[in-house]
């Protein structure tokens, strides 16, 4: 039988997210949203590039969760983004709710599925599904790890004219202004980039990449990057479905690992069909376990103006 993968929100990520995995043809597809016909438009869209492509996947659109039932993996986008001028954590509220009931639902109807969160906050909205799902903590993961880690290595490869394909780099801690990206684990064809850039460029360059997705907001004017996002889900789900074991920074609910208890951070995890098997601890310098408990701190003041 094929493996079956729902998409909630049908928005710019959503869907952007159910053309690449209806091209991976390795699963049916369901994208569901609220908005009524608006799925199912997209849903049928998609299908019929199916025979130009060359895939069999088949995908639908619904406002009915019946229709998701027993998927193997969903992916939650449901929910506000920002507009230039705002943070990420402004979306708080809103967004809490929206993935709060948005997740009874999908377990209500996919009690064994493995959850990705996309929706931001990241970090505070996987943990508001950990919570309401009563997941373990391998089923729930959130996504956004590969999206700055991509946006680093993107940075990198042009500064030294290179191909991203040879630039290896790690970001930790929460998806947002404070996150950690590890410049000294960072190489292109294994050799470290301080040996390749100047301090000053490599500072410029982590402080972009911590910018990454304002500086995209900005230049949309009207919401925020979707193409890089859906595609740092879909290297999570491969891993997953096809259970290659891939190591990769995901938001993952730690408990004791780099000394931060019961709280989503971004860190290095292997993704396999069990979904999280297991934390990477990597030996970090007291300078960047000091950066790294400042981002989980402001994690965890999301996390308390939650009520968790
Ligand atoms: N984690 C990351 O790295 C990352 C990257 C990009 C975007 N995001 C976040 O993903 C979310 C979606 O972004 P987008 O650009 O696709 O936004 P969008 O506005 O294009 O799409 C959001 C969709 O959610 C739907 N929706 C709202 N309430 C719903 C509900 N209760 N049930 C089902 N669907 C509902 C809306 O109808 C809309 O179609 C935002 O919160 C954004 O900040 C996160
Ligand atoms: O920046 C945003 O609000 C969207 C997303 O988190 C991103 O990093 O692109």
Do not use: W
Request: proline letters at 4%.
């Amino acid at each position: 039988m094929r493996s079956k993968i729902s998409v909630i929100g049908a928005g710019f990520v959503g869907s952007t997210l159910v053309q690449r995995l209806a091209e991976r043809d390795y699963a049916d597809v369901v994208m569901f949203d609220i908005v009524p016909n608006m799925p199912q438009g997209k849903a049928l869209d998609i299908l019929e590039a199916g025979p130009v492509i060359g895939y069999d996947s088949l995908v639908t659109g619904t406002n009915d969760y019946a229709d998701t039932a027993n998927s193997d993996i969903v992916v939650i986008t449901s929910g506000f983004p920002r507009k230039p001028g705002m943070t990420r954590d402004d979306l708080l509220k809103k967004n809490q709710e929206i993935v709060s009931q948005v997740t009874e639902q999908v377990v209500k109807n996919s009690p064994n599925c493995i959850i990705i969160v996309v929706t931001n906050p990241l970090d505070a909205m996987a943990q508001i599904a950990l919570h309401t799902s009563g997941f373990p903590r391998e089923r729930v993961i959130g996504m956004a790890g590969v999206l700055d880690t991509a946006r680093f290595r993107t940075f990198i490869a042009q500064e030294v004219g290179a191909s991203v394909r040879d630039v290896q780099a790690y970001v930790l801690g929460g998806h947002g202004d404070t996150m950690v990206p590890l410049a000294r684990m960072c190489t292109v064809a294994g050799v470290p980039i301080s040996q390749l850039i100047s301090a000053q460029r490599i500072e410029e360059i982590v402080q972009r990449t911590r910018d990454g997705g304002a500086e995209i907001v900005k230049l949309l004017g009207t919401g925020s990057a979707y193409f890089a996002p859906s595609a740092s889900v879909l290297q999570m789900v491969d891993s997953i479905l096809l259970d290659k074991k891939m190591i990769m920074p995901c938001a993952v609910y730690l408990q004791g690992e780099y000394g931060i208890n019961n709280l989503y951070v971004g860190v290095p995890a292997q993704l396999g069909a069990r979904g999280v098997e297991k934390v990477i601890e990597v030996t970090l310098s007291a300078e960047e376990q000091a950066l790294l408990n400042k981002s989980a701190s402001a994690v965890q003041e999301l996390v308390k103006v939650m009520g968790l």
